[in-house]
């Protein structure tokens, strides 16, 4: 059978990811799902998200997604290897579900020269060391030192990102950061939200330094996946669409997509 592909994050952030993958590839269909009632994450154990990350890829499976994109870096984290371990063979054994971690991990090493890279993630992230992980595996050598930022997410959410309130925590985790390690050349912002604070970002860091937001490289991955894949590929519909669900209120969802995606969405709730 074929469908969209799903795009899941715990709130907004995923949207980032979903812009970057559509401006890529527009051609298919999406639908993006966000459990904003039950966010954020970040803080959250790890049983906790993986009920949670497997609930939402249940209800995009049943929405008829074959694929399904963890746009979610703490979800990737915490849930994807055992949904692909665990769930998938036995439940849904011809879907797939991928996450942001890996293809991130798989640019920087190209980006870094120094090869000593810095994460900046929410805490659960951090805490995972999927960064070190995946990049270490592909990088023998590299040093990777991460900051778990707590307060980047709800000033997003909170539509704070861009007033001088944010200048604070920006600045502060970004020296945090630098003073465990001065060598890094090259900055991963782990955390689909963090696109939001760029020009805060930019203002505190120093200029020599790599920033790495993800969505355009997550796009390239999964047209790199899909070429590799035709049996995916061809279940994928392709009518140029994108449907948003959201587990909270609509009209909260509509505003702040609106600030993510500069563009009006019609967006329905559901429950998982
Ligand atoms: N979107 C999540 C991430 O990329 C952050 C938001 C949350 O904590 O739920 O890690």
């Known amino acids: 059978m074929k469908g969209p592909i ?3 994050d715990s709130g907004y952030g995923g949207l980032t990811i979903l812009e970057g993958i559509r401006q ?5 269909d ?3 799902l966000g459990d ?3 966010a954020p994450y970040g803080t959250r154990s790890f049983d906790v998200v993986y009920e949670f990350t497997l609930q939402a890829v249940k209800k995009l499976f049943d929405y008829g997604c074959p694929l399904v994109i963890l746009g979610c870096n703490t979800a990737s984290a915490k849930a994807l290897r055992s949904i692909q371990q665990q769930y998938l063979p036995f439940n849904a054994p011809d879907n797939r579900v991928l996450g942001v971690i890996r293809p991130t991990a798989e640019v920087v090493g190209e980006l870094s020269h120094t090869h000593h890279i810095g994460v900046l993630a929410t805490e659960g992230t951090i805490r995972s060391e ?4 995946e990049i270490e595996k592909l990088y023998p050598g590299s040093t990777i030192v991460g900051e778990a930022c707590p307060m980047w997410v709800p000033l997003v959410e909170n539509n704070e990102f861009d007033k001088p309130g944010a200048d604070y925590f920006v600045k502060d985790s970004l020296a ?7 060598q890094i050349d090259t900055i991963i ?5 963090y696109p939001l604070l760029m020009d805060k970002i930019k203002k505190y860091c120093p200029s020599s330094i790599t920033l790495v937001p993800q969505g355009k490289y997550i796009a390239k991955s999964l047209e790199d996946y899909l070429q590799r894949h035709p049996e995916m590929q061809c279940r994928i519909t392709d009518g ?8 909270e209120s609509r009209t909260k969802f509509r505003e702040c997509a609106a600030l993510f995606l500069k563009e009006d969405v019609v967006v329905e709730r559901v429950n998982i």
């Open 130 to 133: 999927s960064y070190k992980l």
């Open 24 to 28: 890529r590839l527009p051609q298919y």
């Open 240 to 247: 140029g669409s994108c449907k948003y669900f959201t587990t």
């Open 30 to 32: 999406y639908i993006y």
């Open 176 to 182: 945090k950061l630098m003073a465990k390690d001065p």
């Open 6 to 8: 799903g795009v899941f």
């Open 189 to 193: 912002l782990g955390c689909t939200h």
């Open 36 to 38: 904003n009632a039950r």
